[in-house]
Structures are given as C-alpha cells and as structure tokens.
C-alpha cells in the first residue's frame, strides 16, 4: 500500500465507528525496504507465518540494489519515516548508529542468542560494540566456474587461483559461436555494484582508495594495472553489454549456462546450484578470490542485515520481525522446506557447525572466503579506512558512485581507462578537500 492510500484510508476511518480498530490494525503493520536478491525475495514468501504467529502484518518495498541504497539514504536523512525496518550493510550501519539515526539492537531475546552471529559479521554491524543491524546473511565473494567447461578446455581450477590463470581460463572457456562468456564480472555503475567488485580486485592488484594520508591513488599504477587487466579481461571474454551487468544480470547469464567463470557473492551458490533455477546446477565448482602474488585476495565482506531507523513508532513490532528472520528457526524452517542449500548463509556460527549444512558443496569455501576478508587490513600498503570493498567514511558513497560511473564509461568504450582514472582522481581529490581531510 502507498503512503498515499495508507493516508487516506487512515483518514475515512476516523469518520467510522470502527475507526478504533481500523487503527489498531494500521498500528500491527511494518514497512520493509529490502533489494531485490534472491534470499530476501524467499524471505518475503514466508512473511505470512510471522504474521500468523505474532498478528503483525508486513508490507515490503522491494528495490533494485543501487535504488535501495539511494532511497533509504533519503530517507533516514531527511527523517521521511517511511520505513520502520531497512535493509542496509556493513557501511552505512556502523556510521549510521554513530549518528543515532538507528535503534540499538541491545536487548534482543536470551532466545535469540546474538553471541552466535559470525563474530565478522557482527563486528561490521555494530558502532562502539553496539549492535545496530542484525545479519539476514552474510557473504564474501569467491569464484564459481562450470566443471564441464574447465575440463573441456584442458584446465584444472586452483583451489586459490591467481588473476593470471583466470584470464587464462576465461580465454580457454570462450565460445562465441555458443554464446558462452568465458567470465561474467559486475561492470554497473553504483558504489555497491561494479563499484564493489573493482575495489576488491583492486586490494588484491596493491591498489587503494587513499593513502595514509587520505589522498586519492587514483593517479597510481596499482589502480591502472588493476582497471586495465578487467577491462581487457572482460572484452576478450565477457559478454556484450558488461559495463551495465551487476548481481542479478550475472546471475541470470550464469545460471543459463552462458557465463564459463563467475566472480561474485557467496551468496550466489545456492541459486546457480539450484536445479529448479539453473540450467548448469550439477557442473558448478568454487575457488577462493582471485589474488596477484601480493597477500591479499580479491574477495569482499559484506551482510545485508535488517536495521530500525530512530524515527519509528513500531519499535517492538519492528524488533520482533527482525529476531524472527534473523534467528536459527528461521535458518531450521527454510532447511525444512528447501533444503539446507538454500537457507541464508554467513551469519551465524552454528551454521557452520551443522553437519547437515556441511554437506552443502559450497558451505566451507563461503566460510573460508568470508575468514579472508580483513576490513581493517584491506590492502597490502597500509591505509587510514576500515572496509574492504568501501572505505567507512560518509563521503565514500558520494565519491564511489561518480567513480564508478567513470569506470563504466571506460568499459563501455566511451573513454579511455586513462582518462577514466584521471576523472576518478579529481572527483576524489575535490570531495575529499570539500569534506576538509
């Protein structure tokens, strides 16, 4: 229901006799902001037995991944109170909950059991050793490739490959005849999207946002290697059209069978994996990120975790919500109805000691690639920022979406990388002297 429709039906209402209970009933009902991925998009198929057990209904908002972010930015700070629970991540919570624009998730059930939440996970959700989000998942990034296509082209993948050999594999993999993309990477603008994914590859090239002294490396040969070896990458074996492909796209090419190697969220396995969804479910394997010889790998650490913005007036009904979906009956409900392959992975800890869970061909690497994943110490030159995939400061998304922006254009053939990197420093330089570092 719009706000408009909710306003107006509040407003009749007040005429009626049952006017009362006309708002009581608005009262047990939350609006949830979430992305479009596919966990959260099951979550929401299962929104109808919180309501039968607790008498709260729920009505979801449910973006594209760079439309969330914007719109819950907006609102959180202009205090639009559109929501009364937001689906956010590891940066904006901690700087979020430092504002006081969030709820303290500090007095969730004994029942609930937070101290079981992947200590990485609620570490990156927190301000101050509070708690401000709880994780629905939590993943890092890794690579699944086809075995078939592997085998074809005479290769063996590492379980800890280099970019060297992924390019080497991509090239081999690449049947154009067949529409077969030897590798499929995010090249969408947006902070979170194409974004996220070169600035990992970046650690993993000895590149880096800012130096110690927070100016931007744009300028250096790291970021060019690193710019350089993706695009080349990508146009010798990735598909048309990449400069536009996030999460979703990539997904839908990989589970067609028309992508040979995917690097992306963990979180990703279950579907490609899923026999019901993809086409190459039987002949999926997984490699930890990709490194360059340097000690670092070019993985990321993220959750997509359910936070409460200040300005609601269901804090309970909103607490309750979130300690039903994020909890282990939850986890144990969804193993019941759809296999322990598809519950949300990366946030708890008994997770990982199931071993039913174990059995999941993907289970240990996810965990494995999450334990790489270091947010204060991302890069191999040392640096002032927390975060790995995004510096924790509020003017990186400002900053990281011109950027990428600039990095798309690249991709697309409408500049050169040069060029883009030069554009990706000036707009780095001038934000960051604006904001006074």
Known sequence: MSIK???LATSVSLGLTAGIAAADSHAKTITIATVNNGDMVRMQGYTDKFTEETGIAVEWVTLEENVLRQRVTTDITTKGGSFDIMTIGMYETPIWGANGWLVPLDDLSAEYDVDDILPAMAGGLSHNGTLYAAPFYGESSMVMYRTDLMEKAGLEMPKDPTWEFIAKAAA???DRENEINGICLRG???????GAFITATANSFGARWFDEDWKPQFDTEEWANTVNFFKDTMDASGPAGYATN?????????????????????????FVTNPEDSTVAEHVGFALAPDTGLGKRG??????????????????????????????????MVAANEGWANVPPG??????KNPEYLKVPFAQMTLDSILTAD????????????????????EFAGIAT????EFSAAYAGQQTVEEALENAQEIATEAMEAAGY
Do not use: H
């Open 5 to 7: 429709r909710t306003l």
């Open 172 to 174: 081999a993999m690449t």
């Open 188 to 194: 969408k603008a947006g902070w979170g999207e194409g």
């Open 246 to 270: 996030g999460f979703n796209e990539n997904l839908s090419l990989f589970q067609q069978g028309k992508c040979g190697m995917w690097i992306d969220a963990t979180v990703a396995a279950s």
């Open 299 to 332: 993985n990321w650490l993220w959750a997509w975790a359910l936070a409460i913005p200040a300005g609601t007036q269901k804090q309970a009904e909103a607490k309750e919500f979130i300690e039903w979906a994020t909890s282990k009956d939850y986890i144990e």
């Open 347 to 352: 946030a708890r800890t008994s997770l990982y």
């Open 375 to 394: 947010p204060n110490n991302p890069t191999v030159k040392p640096v002032p920022y927390v975060g790995v995939q995004f510096a924790a400061i509020p």
């Open 402 to 405: 011109e950027v990428s922006q």
